[in-house]
């Protein structure tokens, strides 16, 4: 499928969600687990504002959480706060093939055990030909082991005119 953002999201209501006492608090990623998303994403410049999501022991977490041979494109974020084990990124956690152009994450905080992004937790080729522009990441992202990185936590793909300005702390 493929999907048109039609306007301004502000997602920060998604704090609320799921309320203290439960393990996981916030958003639910699209595409958690075993399934894929498939189809393309345009956010027509469109924002995104205040996403949360806390699973601090799920892997693969980010608006979508699993991709592939899926595109994304112009695409603004901003105030993220996510939190989970491994890949995480504010717009995906793993896109394998993934075409990503002209996303951006304005502010945020991105936070994992190991393979974080500012934007994404990882982009790698499977059959396709996956590839990184136009894009930015301001938001600040931490790991407690490695692979952390302001735009992406680790990246096999082509990478052009793209840049990230936020806080990086990792360990390795």
């Not at 980010?62 to 995480?88: P, R, W």
């Not at 522009?133 to 931490?142: I, L, M």
């Amino acid at each position: 499928k493929d999907y048109n953002q039609m306007g301004d999201i502000d997602a920060s209501e998604t704090a609320t969600w799921n309320p203290s006492g439960e393990e996981f608090r916030g958003f639910m990623p699209i595409t958690i687990s075993s399934s894929n998303f498939q189809g393309s994403y345009n956010g027509q410049g469109y924002s995104i504002k205040g996403l949360y999501i806390n699973r601090p022991t799920n892997n693969s977490v980010g608006l979508f959480g699993q991709s592939y041979g899926a595109t994304f494109s112009n695409i603004v974020m901003e105030d993220v706060n996510i939190t989970c084990k491994t890949f995480v990124g504010a717009l995906v956690a793993i896109g394998i093939d993934a075409v990503v152009d002209n996303v951006h994450v304005l502010s945020g905080s991105i936070q994992g055990y190991s393979i974080a992004g500012g934007a994404i937790g990882t982009i790698s080729p499977n059959v396709g030909s996956p590839s990184l522009s136009n894009s930015s990441s301001a938001a600040s992202v931490t790991t407690t082991q490695n692979y952390a990185g302001g735009l992406a936590g680790t990246v096999w793909a082509p990478i052009s005119q793209s840049y990230a300005t936020g806080n990086v702390s990792g360990k390795n």
